[in-house]
């Protein structure tokens, strides 16, 4: 199973950026080191979040807006970073890619994450998603797996 990593400084921001925008759905790009040449991904240790304006402004869809994207892919460019993946909220729904999610996924080696913000407790999945599968991957948070790190952060 693949996995995703991220700090828990990352994950902290973006749960709370998800919050901040309900009753939208928040999303906003991942960016982390490159893996090297040729894996199914670009890197799987997420360092850096940039939240973005949901351009659908919508509480059942998101498109990140496409200034906000630019200005992401110009800051990882200066850090030496790469874009790793996108993550949106699902305010009311299971954290699981919808099926216009799995349609407009627009990249296979993009890890998906979705925060859910349906129970008492935001919960957070990283999917991949290639021709129209979904597969969950392993979430790993400040060295931790999801359901131990979201008791404590
Ligand atoms: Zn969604």
Sequence with gaps: MV???????????????????????????LAGPAAEQGM????????????????A????LYTVDPLDHLRADRDVEMRGLVILGVVHSHT????YPSPV?????????WHYVIVGLGRPLPTMRAYSIHAGQVIEKELL???????????II
């Design 3 to 29: 996995m995703l990593v991220m700090t828990s400084d990352v994950y902290a921001e973006v749960v709370a950026y998800c919050l901040e925008r309900l009753p939208e759905e928040a999303c906003g790009m």
């Design 141 to 151: 948070i400040g060295g931790l797996r999801h359901e131990h790190a979201q008791l």
């Design 57 to 60: 402004g919508s509480a059942r």
């Design 92 to 95: 009311h729904t299971e954290p």
């Design 40 to 55: 199914a991904y670009y890197g799987n240790e997420v360092c850096a979040f940039y939240p973005a304006r949901n351009a």
């Design 101 to 109: 999610d799995i349609d407009q996924a627009p990249d296979p080696k």
